[in-house]
């Protein structure tokens, strides 16, 4: 029995809920039996690799528990995800069974469908490919994807257990009291939402993700938001700096938070002067930095070790070394990505991520090393995947995307020829972001005036472009995009910037 499960053995006695969902209250005797009989069901099954295609809620955490323990393959996948991406994580993992609120969207690509208690409408498909893992993974975690094609990251269950039982310690809370906000199927949350939570004796509060508020990837009804969090009456939960600037918001309208003790947040860079806003509002806020190559969270502030502005201090576990600037991490990396033998057993990981330790040892992150943008609910974004999309339709000439820290993606825009009214390019547009997900798409675009083909100011000689040259100079009419905060693609046409002014 691993240590979790080990864990929730010593605690069966405890008055406390290990999980509370509306009205449902699950004690700790009753989510080990849950999760013995579902484990024993889906080895009856002869299933080996299963995906959580799930709302956030009791069932999703149950079934991860069960694959734990019957050694299955649990490989969770985001509602978000396009279904282009569903199934490209459905083949890539070699998923022979798929639990799903929705089997009718998916049901042509498996043999059978059969009903089983605790999961509901699961399908199967007995012999389907196998994939290439690394020994003793158990859960494949796939990002949000920079590209339509994500990897997905191969971890064992120690590493996991590992990593929960590190964070329990640095966070210090006895029998905490943790609401989930963000996707179970989002490493973080799983593992520093549930498990670590679990395993400090506390209990996990779950809501279905539309319940919180949410659409998609994207948070559409604060005030649902901020009821749910109210009613929970938390100790503790996990932020990306999204809603944390959300939370900031309402407090400032009126807003009273609950009686919070620790508030993480991570996913994307987060500004000291929002760590301190947020503070001086009664919100407990301590930053981190992690992902899931390394099991998750790499460092974090807490209240017995905190500068605001930094990422915190990193974990006891891990060991920090740097080359060329750029973050490397060891000792609890990754396995190896699936179907990928060249990346298996790695004793360092690279982050892609620029930083540095201080003198005290606290992490500080300045940037990243590749040409990849995180947006401010942590989606990691290739531009240049959804540049290709615009790019498709014969319409645009030139296309940049620009997303970094913010909310959702915005777009400059030259057309193909001159002539083109703006009608066709948000024609483009749309076209584009029907075959993105959504936390990919354009939500707003600006008409360049002029190409920027053969502008050495903005362009490379072999053609790439500067990019933060060219938000530099758009800078204006990208903040005034921004505060327009549309519900649908906006667009306008971008004033020709004055290089003096905008460029250093």
């Known amino acids: 029995m691993n240590s979790l499960l080990a864990t929730l053995q010593q605690q069966a006695a405890s008055t406390q809920p290990a999980l509370q969902q509306g009205d449902s209250v699950v004690t700790r005797a009753e989510l080990l039996q849950r999760v013995h009989a579902l484990a024993l069901r889906l080895s009856e099954q002869r299933i080996r690799r299963l995906g959580l295609h799930l709302d956030n809620g009791i ?35 070699g998923i022979d069974a798929l639990a799903t609120a929705a089997p009718e969207l998916y049901a042509a690509h498996f043999s059978a469908r059969k009903d089983i208690e605790g999961l509901g409408s699961t399908l199967l498909q007995p012999g389907a490919r196998r994939c ?18 994500p990897k997905g990251v191969c971890l064992s269950a120690a590493q996991q257990l590992l990593q929960a039982e590190a964070l329990a310690r640095a966070v210090g809370l006895e029998r905490p009291r943790h609401v989930c906000v963000l996707p179970l199927s989002t490493l973080l949350e799983n593992i520093a939402g549930v498990y670590a939570p679990l395993l400090a004796g506390g209990t996990v509060v779950l809501h279905g993700m539309e319940d919180l508020g949410f659409s998609g990837s994207r948070l559409a009804d604060l005030q649902k938001f901020l009821r749910a969090i109210g009613a929970a009456h938390p100790d503790t939960m996990i932020l990306i700096p999204q809603l944390l600037q959300l939370l900031v918001h309402a407090a400032r309208q ?5 009686a919070l003790k620790f508030i993480a947040v991570g996913g994307a860079r987060v500004s000291a002067q929002l760590i301190d806003a947020a503070r001086a509002l009664r ?4 930053e981190g930095y992690g992902l899931s190559e390394c099991a998750s969270v790499v460092s974090l502030n807490t209240p017995q070790s905190q500068q605001p502005g930094s990422a915190g201090k990193p974990l006891p576990h891990l060991d920090l070394s740097f080359a060329d600037g750029e973050v490397h991490v060891s000792g609890n990396t990754m396995l190896g990505y699936v179907d990928a033998p060249d990346t298996w057993y790695r004793k360092r990981t690279a982050t892609g991520d620029l930083g540095y330790l201080d003198a005290q040892g606290f992490l500080h992150i300045s940037g990243r090393s590749k040409n990849l943008l995180i947006n401010s609910y942590g ?5 240049e995947w959804v540049e290709s ?22 777009a400059l825009l030259s057309p193909a020829r001159a002539d083109l009214d703006d009608a066709v390019l948000a024609a483009a547009v749309r076209t584009a972001n029907e075959r993105l997900p959504d936390y990919a798409q354009v939500r707003q675009w600006l008409r360049l005036p002029r190409p920027l083909a053969g502008n050495a100011e903005f362009m490379t000689p072999n053609g790439k472009p500067r990019r933060a040259r060219i938000e530099e100079a758009w800078r204006v009419g990208i903040e005034a995009l921004y505060a327009s905060a549309p519900q649908t693609a906006q667009h306008a046409t971008a004033a020709e910037p004055t290089l003096q002014e905008k460029i250093a």
Request: proline share 9%; with cysteine; aromatic share 6%.
């Open 132 to 149: 290439m893992l690394p020994a003793d993974t158990a859960k494949v975690t796939f990002t949000s994807g920079s590209t339509g094609a």
């Open 283 to 286: 919100l407990p806020v301590f």
């Open 59 to 93: 069932d999703w955490i149950v079934a991860d528990l069960a694959c734990m323990e019957a050694g299955i393959l649990c490989v969770p996948i985001p509602l978000f995800f396009s279904k282009m991406q569903l199934l490209h994580v459905l083949n890539v993992c």
């Open 389 to 410: 999309e615009l790019l498709a339709s014969g319409a645009v000439s030139e296309a940049i995307v620009l997303g970094e820290a913010r909310p959702h993606c915005i």
């Open 379 to 383: 989606r990691n974004i290739s531009p």
């Open 254 to 258: 009126g807003w009273q938070p609950p």
